[in-house]
Structures are given as structure tokens and as C-alpha cells.
């Protein structure tokens, strides 16, 4: 089972970095072995960069291995220095706190917990590093580890050659106690192999012997690449910010709409990395859409994997529902939770103040959206092409004095779309 598991790995790309090879192998292939990987709360949802690292502790677990999800409540209050371009914000004891909760049910969606042998455990090193005190943390962990080493660390030299950066003590510190981690991991749950990104090699090396000098243990590590796409740009980032994993930070559809906006040259790599199918399939996907013309059939596939991964059947059948529904301009038949998807992060959406709605003309209306200015307003209401809630109005409705966003038209109460012409959309909410 591990030679597949790293022969499949390797196929997807996922391996970066391995300390000693062939005796990882080895040690993976004598028996059912414990990893970990950590995830610092430092903010209170996972985003898409989490998921690789987190998705391998799952083909991990699959193929007969324990995985331990570390939750950073104690390094989350410190701040990883690694390829930061400047010092992070600390946030207060209760706000990492908080996060750290949410984050460990976040994993917990990933890796199984029961019904297994192997089952999966959540720990939080805060339950270590806040029981130590500063002279048993320099003594104990800090006399094991060479400033000289760590000093020469890329990602400090980073911090040590950009102009008024610099890096402080704290963050300084942060290696020791990610090794500490590691070696406290390896004492508690046997835990001899840590999985993470590549900005973590210099820390897992840390860890790794510092295990050895506490524990006379041999511990290995593995990075997965960081993600970037065929542009150049961060993964999942896009103009508003980050892609969570906490819907009501991304909604299922704009998550659903993330991955069906991929880029072609990206595509084939986001599925090795963030589904399940077998490599073979992947590679008939991509020879299949070499010999077609126009949309490819990576897209939707890795859209409807990565969401029903993430977010259940239920809330991909709704990001299909909604994706239909603006294409056909017909909103009628979606539910009320849909229509707030639309709202958080689907549409440019806006809020109607009733008792204002009196004093302010259409055209003014839609152009304080952002719809187009008073003129473009004016000329699509002359072709009666101002459609709200799939209705169209025009000049006449106007001097008529129609009631365009009465109660009584609006989506369960409170919603109205407008669409002016065929391309602009904007998604009005009623507040009484």
C-alpha cells in the first residue's frame, strides 16, 4: 500500500522534499506508522492553501497510516516567519483560541476519526508550549538548536536582507517550536514523519533533530509544493481575497465557480492535487480535451470533485442550480439560502432602503449600483430592457409610476435582480 501511496504521490506531483529516501520508504512499508501536519489559526477558517497538505494526511490515512492534525493554538499566537515579507499582526490569547475551535472541526471533515484502526487525532500544542516556562524552553529546546543554522535559513535571510524589515525575536523562536512539536509528538503518539508545505523544510528539519537529540528518535519529513497557478499568481487568492473553506466566508457557488474558472494550463495539476481520481483517468481528461475545440472538461469535473469534497452533494447541487439560474437570467426557482449565496459573494449585490426608494429614481438607483451611468440607464429603459425579477420595464412602466420594487414583486420578501441589457447583473436586497 505505501509503495502505491508514494508512487501515486510522486504522479501527482505532490512530492517536493524527502529526508532520507529510501529509509522512509522502508520505515513506511514495515507497518502502520503516525504523521502529522500542522495548521497554525491564523485566521478562523482554512483556505485552499491548506488543502494539499491536509488532503495527503487523508491518502495517508487511506493507505493504512495514523494522522495526527496538529491545531497551532500556542505558534498561532507566535507568527511563522517563513517567506513573509513582513512581521505578522499578533492577535490576543481569546481570538487564536476561537480560530483554533474552528480549525479543528475544519479538519475534522478530512480524516477519519472512527470506524478505523488508524483512526485520525486532533491535537493542539498549546496543551504543551503553554505548560512550559521560559527557562525550561531555553534549557530543554533552545540549547539544541544553532543560531548559526538557523540564521543561514532562507526564509530569515529573507527577512535579514529586505530593507526596514528585519525579523523579531518572536518570530525568530517560531522553529524551536515547531520542533518541539515534532519531538513532543514523537514521545506522545510515536509520531515519525511531518508533512507540510515547502516554505516548512527548514522547521521539519529542526524537528527532526531535535527528535533525535531528546528522544534518540529517527524521524523523517516530506513538503508538498506550494501552489501557485500557470500565471504566476497565489493560489487561491482572487480579487476579493482568500478561497475559505468555511462557507460562510466563500459560498459553495463562488467556491464551485473558483474551480470552474480555471485556467486550462492549471487544470490537469489541480486535479492530481486536489482529487481523488486516479491519475490515469486525469490523464485521459487531458488527452481528451487536447483533441476538442472550445471549453475543455477538466473544469467542470474538478469544480464538482473539489466542491463535493469540501462542501457535501447538497451544496454542489445548489452551485449548479444557481450557475443555471443566472445564465438563464431566471432566479425563480431558487431557494432563499441560494439567493443569499448570490448576495455574499455571487453577484455585486447591494442593499434597498425602502422608505428611500420614493425619493430616488431608477436611473439613479442602478447607477449608485454601479450599473452603468444615467444615460446607459436611460437608453435601456428605452428598449425596455431593465429586467427586474425576470420582468422587463421601460419609460412607459416609469411614467405610469409602476412600483418596480413593491414588496409584494420581491424574492421571498427581499430580493430583486436586476439585469440591465445582458451583461449587468446586480442583486438588490429590500431592508424594511
Excluded at 136 to 149: I, P, W
Excluded at 312 to 328: P, Q
Aim: glycine share 10%.
Amino acid at each position: 500500500m505505501t509503495a502505491a501511496l508514494l508512487a501515486d504521490l510522486k504522479a501527482r506531483g505532490l512530492l517536493n522534499q524527502v529526508t532520507a529516501d529510501d529509509e522512509l520508504i522502508n520505515h513506511l512499508e514495515t507497518g502502520s506508522r503516525t504523521l502529522y501536519c500542522g495548521f497554525d489559526p491564523t485566521a478562523d477558517s482554512l483556505h485552499l492553501g491548506h488543502l494539499v497538505p491536509l488532503l495527503v494526511l487523508t491518502r495517508f490515512q487511506n493507505a493504512g497510516h495514523k494522522p495526527v492534525a496538529l491545531v497551532g493554538g500556542a505558534t498561532g499566537l507566535i507568527g511563522d516567519p517563513s517567506f513573509k515579507a513582513a512581521e505578522r499582526q499578533l492577535n490576543t490569547p481569546d481570538i487564536v483560541a476561537g480560530w483554533a475551535d474552528k480549525i479543528r472541526n475544519q479538519v475534522s471533515q478530512f480524516i477519519k476519526f472512527d470506524g478505523v484502526e488508524n483512526a485520525a487525532v486532533v491535537v493542539n500544542n498549546l496543551d504543551w508550549a503553554g505548560e512550559m516556562n521560559v527557562l525550561d524552553f531555553l534549557r530543554d529546546v533552545g540549547k539544541h538548536f544553532s543560531v548559526n543554522a538557523m540564521i543561514n535559513k532562507e526564509s530569515v535571510q529573507q527577512r535579514l536582507n529586505r530593507e526596514g524589515a528585519g525579523i523579531s525575536f518572536t518570530e525568530f523562536s517560531y522553529a524551536l517550536l515547531q520542533g518541539m512539536d515534532f519531538a513532543e509528538l514523537n514521545r506522545r503518539h510515536n509520531c515519525t514523519l511531518q508533512v507540510g508545505g515547502s516554505d516548512q523544510w527548514g522547521n521539519i528539519v529542526g524537528g527532526i533533530e531535535l527528535s533525535r537529540r531528546q528522544n534518540g528518535a529517527q524521524t523523517f519529513g516530506l513538503t508538498v509544493p506550494l501552489v501557485t497557478k500557470a500565471d504566476g499568481t497565489k493560489f487561491g487568492k482572487t480579487e476579493s481575497g482568500a478561497v475559505w473553506l468555511d462557507p460562510a466566508k466563500t459560498s459553495p457557488y463562488a467556491f464551485y465557480q473558483f474551480w470552474m474558472n480555471t485556467a486550462d494550463a492549471d487544470a490537469y495539476k489541480f486535479l492530481r492535487y486536489f482529487t481523488f481520481l486516479p491519475v490515469e483517468k486525469i490523464a485521459e481528461i487531458e488527452a481528451h480535451d487536447a483533441s476538442i475545440e472550445g471549453r475543455k472538461t477538466a473544469q467542470p469535473i474538478l469544480a464538482e470533485e473539489v466542491t463535493r469534497m469540501v462542501h457535501g452533494d447538497e451544496a454542489l447541487a445548489s452551485a449548479r442550480r444557481i450557475t443555471a439560474a443566472l445564465f438563464s437570467g431566471d432566479l425563480t426557482e431558487l431557494s432563499e439560502q441560494e439567493l443569499e449565496q448570490i448576495k455574499q459573494d455571487g453577484l455585486p449585490s447591494s442593499d434597498l432602503d425602502n422608505t428611500a426608494l420614493s425619493d430616488m429614481p431608477l436611473t439613479s438607483i442602478l447607477s449608485d449600483a454601479g450599473m452603468g451611468q444615467g444615460k446607459q440607464v436611460k437608453d435601456a429603459l428605452g428598449r425596455n430592457a431593465v429586467f427586474v425579477n425576470g420582468t422587463p420595464y421601460g419609460m412607459d412602466a416609469l411614467m405610469q409610476g409602476v412600483d418596480i420594487f413593491a414588496d409584494d414583486k420581491a424574492l421571498f420578501g427581499r430580493f430583486f435582480m436586476v439585469k440591465l441589457g445582458k451583461k449587468k447583473h446586480h442583486l438588490f436586497e429590500l431592508k424594511k
